[in-house]
């Protein structure tokens, strides 16, 4: 159950999967497992529901785990609860700790100096660790985007209200292309040959590149996807009338369009592209020249 929840993920489910797991289980590192399990499982049921209680519980969880077994991943875990609950000075301790025993490339360990600095940044949305290559063959990711404001726009070349919204986009590259700002355009086509096409035919502001139906970044955006009803068709009856049965087509469509900022911390929010989006945009270009200058 605890696998399961977490594929979803069902937060409800885990909790249930790892209340039981730890009352069946009598290794000392299965029993770290289980209480770990069960403390992201109350962390992300109180963040979702601003539940402190269920955050207290999350750290009880944590602390009894790190006893068992100090597993880095634990000490962030429960450093990012602590700050959840406004204990910073706590929160600091637990990152200070990951830091000591965790490699110097991972980006959680990057992650977790940066929360050291800004405690407040473990109480917001970051965006999670993300590489792509575009069609220019410029390498980017989550780390290297940081210092710059950047604007993430999921759309598809089947999808007529994306492309409506080209023009606006355009306005919005012309107007900050001389500031720390990036546009990312990253497109659901799985067609190689169609893409290019649209691409050479149409100005499609940004870096461009294409990831698939439900690729792994619009998966980690939280870009969703659901299930579609197309045309439903009648099935013919005897003698030319019209049966009860009908049958539909279904299938798989992702929400698109979507769009997302990522500040200069690396703070993620999901944003409408509508008038107000320049003012927004501007703000975060406002708030980063200053760490830009002095980089």
Request: a negative charge.
């Amino acid at each position: 159950m605890v696998q399961l929840g977490l594929v979803k993920p069902d937060w409800k489910a885990v909790e249930e999967g790892a209340s039981g797991m730890a009352s069946e289980v009598t290794e000392p590192k299965q029993q770290a497992v289980a209480h770990y399990y069960l403390g992201m499982a109350l962390e992300h049921q109180g963040i979702d529901g601003h539940e402190n209680d269920l955050l207290s519980r999350a750290h009880e969880e944590f602390s009894k785990a790190s006893a068992l077994t100090p597993l880095p991943d634990i000490l962030f875990e429960d450093g990012k609860t602590l700050a959840q609950l406004h204990k910073d000075d706590d929160a600091k301790a637990e990152f200070q700790k990951f830091v000591a025993t965790s490699s110097q490339q991972s980006f959680q360990r990057h992650r977790a100096e940066q929360f050291i600095n800004k405690p407040e940044l473990a109480r917001a949305n970051m965006v999670p660790e993300f590489f792509i290559r575009t069609s220019d063959n410029q390498f980017i990711s989550a780390r290297g985007l940081e210092g710059k404001v950047v604007l993430v726009y999921f759309w598809a070349t089947t999808c007529d209200t994306c492309a409506r919204a080209f023009p606006h986009l355009r306005e919005i590259a012309k107007k900050f292309q001389n500031q720390p700002f990036v546009l990312l355009s990253i497109s659901a086509d799985y067609n190689p040959a169609v893409w290019n096409s649209f691409l050479q035919k149409n100005d499609v502001p940004g870096l461009q590149y294409m990831e698939g139906f439900n690729g792994p970044v619009a998966q980690k955006f939280g870009v969703g996807v659901h299930f579609q009803s197309n045309t439903d068709h009648p099935v013919g009856g005897g003698g030319g009338n019209v049966g009860g049965v009908w049958t539909s087509s279904y299938g798989m469509k992702e929400d698109l369009p979507r769009t997302f900022t990522i500040d200069a911390d690396g703070v993620l929010e999901s944003e409408k592209l509508s008038d107000s989006l320049d003012a927004t945009l501007q703000q975060l270009i406002d708030r980063a020249i200053p760490n830009t200058a002095k980089n």
